[in-house]
């Protein structure tokens, strides 16, 4: 294994932290991150890239990431580059990564460096755009969200709108069902169930309905494309095996029955979808998980304004809310927060959580 006694520890930047540094700032906050996660693999790639980065290696993929116009951190660029390698072992094409994937040593910056070598092209395409991690766990802060916003007076109709759905695997969180702490939720049969580890109070016990689920994305994964499929396997931390068969229910799922999602990026999506008439008697619900930090300045803005001005006409016959599962920004934890009208317009942090849904710790 590389040396990575160096102890890389967060450094809690601006996310948007562009210029000298950035990058190797990105790429050692990257490392101690899937440290903390439980995801030790992920991090030896990612420390091996970085120490290639750190060298003279000359490389157009490593010149390019060295150079990156953006902002590392927010882009997510070390895990682009993560996914395309884990992809390479996935695909056989480099199976000498299996020194990497499946043993406890071996000299990472060495594979690594052969392995961009040898598949230097198709690595570079992996750089073109955000990592696709549609993970079914999060949909628990979905669901606890939605029992809470019900104990809060909300009609416990939901009609669920979804940014940044990716395959679109949240979308079919009405055939999943739910343990939160103790509190049920969800359908019987169920596709797949989630019981996370529970810290804190269960949210409150109350029967919810979800009416409809519809989402968007700018580039939809078709989860019953075999190639499309294994981009999203990529991004999956090898360490984590209950999430490979997680997607493997998703896509039996997707195959019996494909989510509602549209190729549509997030502003038009929110504006289209809030100017429908709503029924009387629900609750409609925007809601994303790890998105927020790829969705452009200017829509950010635009979703803002438009809920908040929809939030403005909603009745309690005819509520909106907002929930999000997202980094905090200085923390770089990840947390679930809550906004609703009428009644609750200023954000509520209802919980932190782990990003792929192992845990959650309750503060609602």
Known sequence: MADQGDKRKYQFTDIDQVGQGAVATAFANQVAYCEHAGAPITARVVGAVATLLESDTSAALLDRIRKWQGAPLADALPLRIAGGIHALYLSGQQPELRAIYQRPSADDVALIADAIRAHEAPLMAWLAGPPQTNEAGRSSNYAAAMLWLAGKGLPPRFECREIGSSAGINLMMDRYSYDLGGTRFGSRPSVMHFAPEWQGNGPPQTDVEILSLKGCDVAPVDLTDPQQALRLKAY?????????????????????????????????????????????????????????????????????????????????????????????????????????????????????????GAWIKWEG
């Open 236 to 356: 999956i931390w090898p360490e984590h095996t209950i999430r490979f068969d997680r997607l493997e229910a998703a896509i039996a799922a997707a195959k019996d029955r494909a989510p509602d999602i549209v190729t549509m990026n997030a502003a038009d999506f929110v504006e289209a979808e809030l100017a429908k008439p709503q029924d009387a008697g629900t609750t409609r619900v925007l809601m994303h998980s790890i998105v927020w930090q790829y969705v452009p300045k200017d829509e950010q803005a635009r979703v803002t304004a438009a809920m908040e001005a929809a939030g403005e006409a909603a009745s309690a016959d005819k509520a909106l809310a907002w929930i999000a599962v997202e980094a905090n920004r200085n923390t770089h934890r990840h947390e679930l927060r809550v906004r609703y009208w009428p009644g609750g317009a200023e954000e509520t942090m209802l919980a932190e959580a782990h990003p792929h």
